[in-house]
């Protein structure tokens, strides 16, 4: 009984907490978040959440590292929903990387220049991510650090401006050749990851925020990802909590079949969501890098 009040106590400090940081959403802080300083709105949860050593977004970081040092060579990254800049600056801090950074709500682009421009490895694209031939007018809905976008009009004050695949890959060629998509768009990843994959080649490793109720909520089917995925040669899917705790390991045949419990609602506002990690059949070096991080024998 006493841990259960206790866990209430702390649970309701924290969200008075982030009631009176809503208030100052324009405020700028400096953190240190996980081996990096970011300047961030006092609003942001991510130095709640990454905690001091906690695992919270490390996935990613250390997916990208175990690339890098199983290739031998730099890792380039596309971080599509690259927020503020933390995932950009935790990875060419934990190795020789190269990300190009695609961030389209001008409110999180400042805080993405404030901390990557003076990173030579780091290139911002200021634009919605879109597939070729669907660029539509959208606004940004902000909340408690993240952004998801809507259908809406292009004169609104949060309109956002647009840029295809194509044009992505042809204006950054020194991406060309492409090892790692990291894909944060909120219910969008499910569509867009596997035309990146195609779109892109080369195979290049994924790594998405896995969203039942966010991409229903923009239309998007979840479990139709993976179907496109398995016909594309992707095989092996590794799989964390939202608290970035590694579940386990799965067949990407195999991963649909597991997803119930994603549909279910956590209290009145929250829901649970993944992050996944997804490699091809042929690439042998990502298969090793995904072992070091999430082995094989750890089944889902």
């Not at 994603?262 to 091809?280: C, F, N, Q, T």
Request: proline share 4%.
């Amino acid at each position: 009984m006493y841990s259960k009040l206790r866990h209430h106590a702390v649970n309701v400090k924290v969200h008075a907490n982030w009631w009176i940081r809503d208030r100052f959403p324009d405020r700028k802080v400096t953190r240190h978040v996980q081996g990096v300083d970011l300047v961030l709105p006092w609003s942001h949860r991510l130095p709640d959440y990454a905690q001091t050593d906690g695992p919270y977004g490390q996935n990613l970081v250390h997916f990208a590292a175990a690339l890098a040092a199983v290739d031998g060579e730099p890792v380039t990254v596309l971080d599509v929903g690259a927020n503020v800049g933390d995932s950009a600056a935790q990875i060419v801090a934990a190795c020789d990387a190269q990300v190009l950074c695609v961030e389209a709500d001008p409110y999180y682009l400042e805080f993405l220049h404030l901390n990557v421009d003076a990173l030579p490895q780091v290139t911002v694209v200021e634009g919605l991510l879109t597939l070729d031939g669907t660029e539509k007018a959208t606004t940004a809905v902000r909340s408690g650090g993240t952004t998801h976008f809507v259908e809406g009009s292009a004169e609104s004050a949060n309109a956002m401006g647009s840029v295809t695949m194509t044009a992505l890959r042809e204006g950054n060629p020194a991406f060309e050749k492409l090892r790692l998509v990291k894909s944060d768009t909120d219910g969008y990843d499910v569509v867009l990851v596997p035309a990146l994959a195609k779109s892109w080649g080369g195979n290049p490793a994924l790594f998405f925020e896995y969203d039942h109720f966010f991409s229903r909520e923009v239309g998007n089917d979840p479990l139709a990802v993976w179907t496109a995925l398995a016909e594309l040669g992707y095989t092996d899917v590794a799989v964390w909590d939202n608290g970035g705790i590694l579940l386990g390991r799965v067949p990407v045949t195999e991963i649909a079949a597991k997803t119930a419990h994603l549909d279910e609602k956590i209290g009145a506002r929250s829901h649970m969501y993944w992050d996944v990690a997804v490699v091809h059949g042929d690439d042998k070096a990502g298969l090793e890098a995904l072992e070091r991080i999430a082995p094989a024998s750890q089944q889902l």
